[in-house]
């Protein structure tokens, strides 16, 4: 079974991704598995210049999910080229660079710095751990537009946008992200949380609110996608909390092309591998002859 | 590292709500350095607990490795009634580890809580170099005292302190420490505890060099994630699970 997918002309070799923000520059997991395993990998999401990133404590665990406020920890953009990406480039896999800024003109720096070193560049405006850019322009359809067509402007690599589930209608982020010229979109990052202990009645991020992932969110990750495919025609790369082919092979029925994995990396470094046979035997199982033939194929 | 399915050797509880887990494991018997730590899943099928937790390897006898844990929440209650031959999923060894060398003099080795457990396996590799070692274990009362009859078979001098006096020095371990650091002489200092115990170490400002094992909330143990990360000096951040969790005390912030 052939599980190439294609999104803007880049063909990945199968539809896993290693989502932003969950398998660092691919380093740390390269020493537990062969990262080439991947269609493509997201790395974690780069700034112009170098950030500490939060304080302590940046995570903590509630039912069924992971609340963090990591914050955008990373070494900066001219490290990433020079240090890290060398070495994702040994791999044969996709690159997919996650870019932040806090103003339009550090997107617009960072696609033209990166634009030509990656097969793709994936414009994160929906982190919820930053008091500037990130999720606070990703919520604004308008800022969402201009972003997003000032990247483009600068880019000869496709474009993702990443979407926040942190609204009352995602679609209109779509919308406005394909109507800017978007080559895809991906969504969902993580939704805005909050956990408190109540011996302490001090939250249990130093943040006080964080982003949920894992499978307590995927509901909600697979209704947007739905929702999403059937307002734009540019491909959708689904996310959140997949820990399993099934997990998956939803996202694919509601609309995505491709999906990424995050929480579950942390539990199961092999979910890849796993994930991989699992999609494969169900389009085996069901009769497909390809994950296109399953992408939106929904029976309401 | 590894990921390795092992089967319990023993899972028993030492001390109030203190547990002794073995396994055998050729692999990680043969890779482990004092301060390594590993990551449990406990159960692969449940999402609550969801991720998998940090251990600090105890020590290790032969092919069997050790690891100590207190009953705080879900995951180590659930932990706490596996019984023998119970399959767990472990990833390991993680992380630095202390210094071992010889060194000429005296070495101090300070422990509270569960943060005694990673010490065994120092004191008896700094013990198999030849060093002199006087370990200091704080406990709360003497119902959670636990692995004192093992260090004193290792160590030249165990000092024992308790918060309500039940078992030798009434007070903090580090009060009891700071007693007779200038007498002994110490050439290194090593430690693990709670926070507020290392934080007043950290702030003896002692003449010698000392190497604090730390822990924080972390998903991956392997340094992806970036959630365990603690500030060193001039803004360099480092991570507990990756650079760590040993470090020079005096090298990072301990809030």
Known sequence: MNLEVEIAGVRLKNPVIAASGTFGFGREYSKLIDISEFGAICTKGITLKKRIGNPQPRLCEVYAGIINSVGLENPGVEAFVNDELPFLKSFDTKIIANINGFAKEEFVEL??????????IEVNLSCPNVKEGGMVFGKDPEKVYEITNSVKNVASCPIIVKLTPNVTDITQLAVAAEKAGADAISLINTISAMAI??????????????????????????????????????????????????????????GATAIQIGTVNFINPKAVYEIKEGIEDYLDRKGFNSIRELVGNINI | MKLLEVEIEENVKIANEIFLLSFESEYLAENFKPGNFVNILIDKDSIYPLLRRPFSISF??????YIGYKVVGKGTNLLSQKSKGEAIDVLGPLGNSFLTDIFDGKV???????????????CKELKNRGNKVDVFLG??????????????????NTLIATDDGSSGYKGN????????????EYKVVFCCGPKPMLKAIKNLNLPVKCYASLEEKMACGIGACLCCSIRGKDEKMYHICSDGPVFDIMEVEIE
């Open chain 2, 60 to 65: 290790v006898e032969g092919k069997r490795v």
């Open chain 2, 108 to 122: 101090a080795v300070i422990g509270g809580g569960v943060g005694i457990f990673p010490l065994v396996g120092l």
């Open chain 1, 111 to 120: 696609t033209k710095i990166l634009t030509s070193l990656v097969d793709m």
């Open chain 2, 173 to 184: 371990v580090v009060e009891l420490f700071k007693a007779n650091f200038s007498k002994a």
């Open chain 1, 197 to 254: 202990d109540i011996e302490t009645r001090k939250p249990l991020i130093q943040m006080v609110t964080g982003g949920l992932s894992g499978p307590a969110i995927k509901p909600i990750a697979v209704r947007m996608v739905y929702e999403c495919f059937k307002k734009v025609r540019i491909p959708i790369i689904g996310m959140g909390g997949i820990m399993n082919y099934k997990d998956a092979i939803e996202f694919f029925i509601a």
């Open chain 2, 139 to 156: 406990f709360r009362d003497l119902d959670s005292m636990f692995l004192v009859e093992r260090f004193k078979d290792i160590c030249d």
